[in-house]
């Protein structure tokens, strides 16, 4: 189970540092866009 979690995990991040995260919103006025990366 911990290595499936784990790959959700990895997924999750990936996901949100390829695409619109919610955690790392561009439109965020606390980080900017350069910053999002």
């Known amino acids: 189970?911990?290595?499936?979690?784990?790959?959700?995990?990895?997924?999750?991040?990936?996901?949100?540092?390829?695409?619109k995260g919610p955690l790392y919103l561009p439109d965020s006025p606390d980080r900017p866009s350069h910053e999002n990366r």
Do not use: D, K, T, V
Not at 3 to 18: F, S, T
């Open 1 to 19: 189970m911990s290595r499936i979690h784990a790959l959700c995990l990895l997924c999750l991040l990936l996901a949100g540092c390829g695409q």
